[in-house]
């Protein structure tokens, strides 16, 4: 089964700019999780897409959005770039709507700079 | 809403030496929890994670965790640390949703 692959790795935009990331889930996952990682942070939750609806929202404002395809991958839109959005963006897909029984696996990332 | 302290930014070990990374939990339900581990420029990959039953919990390379409801904790621990071991460690947990809240993460230097 093929992982999760994010798109591109890397991405410099001015502020401002609106950008968008992709991501596209592993095999037979029909969740993807969208985290934002500052530099020495932790991963912090932006938002959840199960079945193409958004799950879930962490404490980020509206111009951060996102989508979800038929195919269950993933696109997270980001309006307006600040200076403090540059990050590393973390998608991660699972099945279904628990941890429980089921592994979230992380895509290696896509390094946002803002300028 | 829950939400994960790891106590101590930065831990530094010998080789072979006990690893002990710091986890505490708030949760206002049983909480799932998880023990992430962050090579550079590379995303998580999962070590072990605790949903329900033994609380003691096995993960890959060597590594353990447990989980004690009374003081809110679940430490990761390996009994001898190897330098393949060196990076950042990350705990997180759940709410029985998909969705996790992580601490600031523990970077884990590995002496020769």
């Known amino acids: 089964e093929t992982g999760v692959t994010q798109s591109p790795t890397h991405l410099i935009k001015t502020r401002g700019q609106q950008v968008t990331l992709r991501c596209s889930s592993q095999?037979?996952?029909?969740?993807v999780s969208w985290y934002q990682q500052a530099l020495g942070q932790g991963p912090q939750f932006i938002f959840q897409y199960y079945r193409e609806e958004e799950n879930g929202r962490g404490n980020f404002p509206p111009r951060f959005s996102g989508l979800q395809f038929p195919n269950y991958s993933s696109e997270l839109n980001v309006n307006a770039l600040e200076l403090d959005d540059s990050a590393l963006y973390l998608c991660a897909s699972s099945r279904g709507q628990t941890l429980r029984n089921t592994e979230a696996f992380f895509g290696q990332g896509t390094r946002l700079t803002v300028v | 809403a829950q939400s994960v302290t790891q106590l101590g930014s930065h831990v530094s070990v010998s080789e072979g030496a006990l690893v002990l990374l710091r986890c505490n939990y708030s949760s206002s339900v049983p909480p799932y929890l998880f023990w992430y581990v962050q090579y550079p420029n590379q995303g998580l990959q999962l070590l072990l994670k605790y949903t329900t039953g033994a609380t003691l919990v096995k993960g890959i390379n060597g590594f353990e965790a447990e989980f004690k409801k009374s003081e809110t904790s679940f430490h990761l621990t390996k009994p001898s640390a190897h330098m393949s071991d060196a990076a950042e460690y990350f705990c997180a947990v759940s709410n029985n949703n998909n969705d996790m809240r992580f601490g600031a993460g523990t970077r884990l230097t590995v002496k020769p």
């Open positions: 095999s037979g996952h029909n969740t």
